[in-house]
T-cell receptor, first 109, second 116 residues
């Protein structure tokens, strides 16, 4: 069966510091991968998706970037965090439905 | 393009009472439909999906949803809720026609608060 992992689970970072969040999927090959953000009290915002290694599509211009160095690995990064980057970050992979990881709670202070 | 409207942002309900969460969508093409549940500080979990066939779909945890094509709706129901059903629920659609990324369109979510 397929599983999806995200780490870290929680993160507190100062403004201006770098960020790296990692997502890995097991039990499937060549999945579509997605990064979402949930700001406090708001819905889901799609940030990036990837249909293959090295292929990244950005949905919104922002302070973040994504990379897919391996088939089942998806990384979300930032060089300098902003206060507005705080939120709950979710990774997902898709068959027909999308299946989500447990999320990373990021607080930027 | 697709859009999804969840008509209720919050639904308070007493334990053991029934609940219905409303979802309407707009799309120029046929879609697959999904309901997800998100418990506090967790990721989204797939409750059920409609791909084809019977318009009444049964999911996990006693939930079911009915697809109504003429009304472009996909309402979620549970006949008797438990305290543990307190969560946020998201409706989502995916167009049948393959598009770049196979991206879901989500509704804004409905918070269900089950009271004892």
């Amino acid at each position: 069966s397929q599983t999806i992992h995200q780490w870290p689970a929680t993160l507190v970072q100062p403004v201006g510091s770098p960020l790296s969040l990692e997502c890995t999927v097991e039990g499937t090959s060549n999945p579509n991968l997605y990064w979402y953000r949930q700001a406090a009290g708001r819905g889901l915002q799609l940030l990036f998706y990837s249909v293959g290694i090295g292929q990244i599509s950005s949905e919104v211009p922002q302070n973040l970037s994504a990379s897919r160095p391996q088939d089942r690995q998806f990384i979300l990064s930032s060089k300098k965090l902003l206060l507005s980057d705080s939120g709950f970050y979710l990774c997902a992979w898709s068959g027909v439905a999308q299946y989500f990881g447990p999320g990373t709670r990021l607080t930027v202070l | 393009a697709q859009s999804v409207t969840q008509l209720d942002s919050q639904v308070p309900v007493f334990e053991e009472a029934p609940v219905e969460l409303r979802c309407n969508y707009s799309s120029s093409v046929s879609v697959y439909l999904f309901w997800y549940v998100q418990y506090p500080n967790q990721g989204l979990q797939l409750l059920l999906k409609y791909l084809s066939g019977s318009t009444l779909v049964k999911g996990i945890n006693g939930f079911e949803a009915e697809f109504n094509k003429s009304q472009t709706s996909f309402h979620l129901r549970k006949p008797s809720v438990h305290i543990s059903d307190t969560a946020e629920y998201f409706c989502a659609v995916l167009p049948l026609i393959k598009a770049a990324g196979n991206k879901l369109t989500f509704g804004g979510g409905t918070r269900v608060l089950v009271k004892p």
